[in-house]
């Protein structure tokens, strides 16, 4: 009669619940908006500085499209002088707002 061989296996752990480790930190702080006071000095200078930047390149870009006479650069300097012509609007009326209440506050 052949002897079984007998396997010996290795023991099995027993697991335990183990509750991970925690590292407590800091609650995160709210950051504080800073309601800076701007004068309307550094304002005006700002927004007129803006709107000569934009005028120009409103000026450059319809420049440009008139001189142009490829179809690509004649709809590419058409969509630039539309958008530039918008922002140079805009900067006008903020111009117009502060200029306003610039008389009105006095």
């Known amino acids: 009669m052949a ?3 007998v396997v010996k296996r290795k023991p099995i752990k027993k697991v335990t619940h183990v509750k991970p480790k925690v ?3 800091a ?3 709210k950051r504080r908006i800073s309601n800076k006071v701007v004068s309307p000095r550094k304002r005006m200078s700002i927004v007129l500085k803006d709107l000569i930047i934009f005028l120009a390149l409103f000026i450059v870009s319809f420049v440009l499209y008139s001189v142009s006479s490829a179809q690509a650069a004649v709809s590419l300097f058409l969509l630039l002088t539309i ?3 918008f922002i140079t609007l805009a900067f006008l009326l903020v111009l117009l707002i502060i200029l306003f209440l610039k008389l009105f506050n006095k």
């Open 3 to 5: 002897k079984k061989k």
């Open 23 to 25: 590292s407590r930190r």
């Open 27 to 29: 609650a995160p702080k």
């Open 83 to 85: 958008i530039f012509g």
